[in-house]
């Protein structure tokens, strides 16, 4: 197994923009070459307060979780950056 990662730090919530416009282009451009079998979004705690989250998270969360054959997950960090980790095969 595999992991490719990605941290973000564009103000909230242009930032999930951002994420998914990462995960559309990974996908893209590996294409069948590596099977993805989890992404896991981290959402930094720091940089965005709880109270800020919706709706934004979860029109994100929608939009992400069609990629077939993936778990798909979203959680919060202590991290001072958002990020992102895809576990694949190759």
Known sequence: MSMDSESFVTPWPG?????K???DLWFLALGKRRQATAV????SKV???EAKLQPHVREFR???TRIPNCVV???G???A????????RR
Do not use: C, G, N, Q
């Open 15 to 19: 930032v999930l923009i951002e994420m």
């Open 21 to 23: 416009d990462f995960l």
């Open 40 to 43: 896991r979004v981290y959402i």
């Open 47 to 49: 940089l965005v307060p």
């Open 62 to 64: 929608d939009s992400i």
């Open 73 to 75: 997950e979203l959680k």
């Open 77 to 79: 960090t202590e991290l």
């Open 81 to 88: 950056a958002h990020r992102i980790e895809i576990e694949y």
